[in-house]
């Protein structure tokens, strides 16, 4: 892959009426779920980005037939639980960490062997999380030592027995890889985490018909258990806008000055929208229209106009509704008013890249008062030295696109590196930045 570069010019006022690429979480899992349902699923909204066409090639490895995706509408024909085939080769999940770890719940309960491998960054990524609660199912799982991939997983005359599985770390995905595997399982399969994640598995689960139960245990603690030996059946699913894809945009909106934009279509699935309330405890003027469900899940247009920001504390409880967006909420912070806190995000030291550590060296790069935590970070917004700066993204799609909204306050102009890997999430993102206002070229 050649290095492709972003070259920023400060500046811009945000307008028009968008919509986003499909929600990529939804995506990975329509696949999924439509290749061990019964019968026919059609989907309309995929996002065809690398990490779901990795998922989406494993599946048609396993002989399940798939037609697309053709403009964001895909067709595959389900094999049920049972009805997977053993590929002929390791199967590639690219970049993808949502593939790899959902993927090693369905293959633990197959009864064929089999092997997951990625690239350099997935590779170094932490498989253990979800290849222990496995192990207690009963799956035989090798990984590479510190638990990374290539991860071989050994079907053979297996059975995976019932679990009550008690997250160390609230992760969606370990949480979604336990239940898929306990869709195998010879009884009840539950997974308790410390505090809510999103809940997409669920939803679809009970969508093509499959019962998961979910249970408060208290203010932090959900509990979702369902029975193995069911069945899915095939249905139509139309793939909301990926709100950590609108989130870039929010944000666009929410620091310059002027701006007035609509975002159409968001998926506004309650365990996702912690980008939200965190902008609107900044001040931002946000307001949710044409309110409908689609598949199980809610969806709505976003419409956000200017308004004066202020630093917050941001709030614990909301951190993990918000995982995947903190990188654009630290350049947001870098506009606001006053010094934002944000704690509890260890979990941010563990994604594609450190992205506590490379936001913050970003950040500084480009003159804002950015102090990195173990947990976390202090910005003091409001303030910014004029300084020229080329920005190492770290392979991190998220990175490039945050530093890229960065621009519209940024004093000078700014160079991303290495920006190649946003085509894994949001192939169109430079596209549609510059059509509501911002200048932005490719290199």
Request: with cysteine.
């Amino acid at each position: 892959m050649s290095n492709v570069k972003f070259k920023v010019q400060p500046g811009g006022t945000i307008k028009g009426r968008i919509r986003v690429p499909g929600d990529k979480s939804i995506s990975h899992r329509s696949i999924m779920l439509g290749a061990i349902a019964e019968g026919t699923t059609t989907v309309t909204g995929f996002l065809e980005g690398a990490d779901a066409l990795a998922t989406l090639q494993a599946f048609k490895d396993m002989g399940v037939q798939i037609e697309g995706p053709n403009d964001g509408n895909v067709t595959i024909k389900g094999v049920g639980l049972r009805g997977l085939k053993k590929p002929e080769k390791p199967m590639d999940m690219g970049n993808s960490g949502t593939s790899t770890r959902l993927l090693a719940g369905i293959l633990a309960g197959q009864n064929f062997d089999c092997e997951l491998i990625g690239d350099a960054s997935l590779s170094k990524r932490p498989m253990k999380r979800v290849t222990d609660p496995l192990a207690e199912m009963g799956a035989k799982i090798e990984t590479a030592e510190g638990g990374t991939l290539p991860m071989k997983i050994f079907g053979e005359g297996n059975t995976l027995k019932s679990i009550d599985y008690i997250l160390p770390m609230a992760s969606a995905q370990v949480k979604s890889c336990v239940l898929l595997a306990g869709l195998y399982a010879d009884g009840q399969v539950c997974a308790t985490e410390p505090a809510p994640t999103r809940d997409h598995t669920e939803r679809m689960l009970n969508g093509f018909g499959y019962e998961v139960k979910s249970e408060k245990l208290d203010k932090q603690r959900m509990k979702a258990c369902l029975q193995g030996g069911g069945k899915l059946t095939g249905r139509h699913i139309d793939v909301p806008s990926d709100i950590s894809s609108a989130a870039f945009f929010m944000a666009a909106a929410a620091v310059s000055k002027g701006s007035d934009l609509v975002i159409e279509h968001v998926g506004m699935n309650p365990t996702r929208v912690g980008i939200i309330d965190i902008l609107k405890l900044m001040g931002a003027n946000i307001e949710l229209e044409n309110f409908h469900e689609v598949g199980g899940e809610p969806v709505a247009d976003v419409h956000i106009r200017y308004a004066p920001l202020k630093g917050i504390h941001i709030p614990e409880n909301l951190v993990a509704l918000a995982i995947d967006e903190f990188p654009v909420l630290f350049v947001v912070a870098a506009s606001a008013e006053g010094q934002t806190v944000l704690t509890g995000a260890e979990e941010l030291r563990v994604k594609e890249s450190d992205r506590i550590q490379v936001m913050a060296d970003a950040l500084i790069a480009i003159g804002v008062d950015a102090q990195p935590t173990p947990d976390g970070m202090v910005i003091n917004g409001g303030v910014q030295k004029p300084q020229n700066a080329e920005i190492q993204s770290h392979h991190d799609h998220r990175i490039s696109m945050a530093m890229t909204i960065a621009g519209l306050n940024a004093v000078s102009e700014i160079v991303i590196d290495d920006c190649a890997n946003v085509n894994t999430s949001f192939p169109i993102f430079v596209d549609l930045i510059n059509q509501v206002g911002m200048q932005v070229e490719v290199i």
